[in-house]
């Protein structure tokens, strides 16, 4: 029964996803088509050389306030959960020590450790193995 219940929460969640992205194509449609009623009214005037009325209609302005309204509601529902713009909010439930641990870029091999008093360099290579030279072929080629 619970698996039913989460698989139809499922889809529940992802048509509604579905449904805000038909209203971000339907808004974007109708600003697009009162882009081109515009430009189509502009041409249309400017043959007429009527300076007279050199306001947009009110039905394409209409239309154009519904398609960003339509459109702006389709994507803040896409866009999901905003994060808060102030810092301290986030970084509230820290304490003052997290904030600074950054282990990535913790580093041991330094030249400080060789300045403390308890630093004991590594043990010298034994002296029966003879230094070899990088370029020198190793013994388990030669035959």
Known sequence: MKFCYEVTIFFVFQ????????LL???LVILFHAAYSTTEWRSITRQQKSESNDQVPLDITIQTLVGIF???IGVL???GEFKEIRAGVELGQRSWEDVGNRPSF???NHRG?????GYDP???ASSSSRRSNVMDIPEKFLS
Do not use: E, R, T
């Not at 048509?15 to 038909?22: G, S």
């Not at 450790?113 to 008093?117: G, Q, T, Y």
């Open 25 to 27: 194509g339907l808004g």
């Open 113 to 117: 450790k060789a300045f403390s008093p």
């Open 70 to 72: 339509i459109a702006m």
């Open 15 to 22: 048509m509604k996803d579905k449904v805000y992205k038909v």
């Open 77 to 79: 529902n896409i866009a």
């Open 122 to 124: 590594p043990p010298p």
């Open 106 to 108: 913790y580093g041991f």
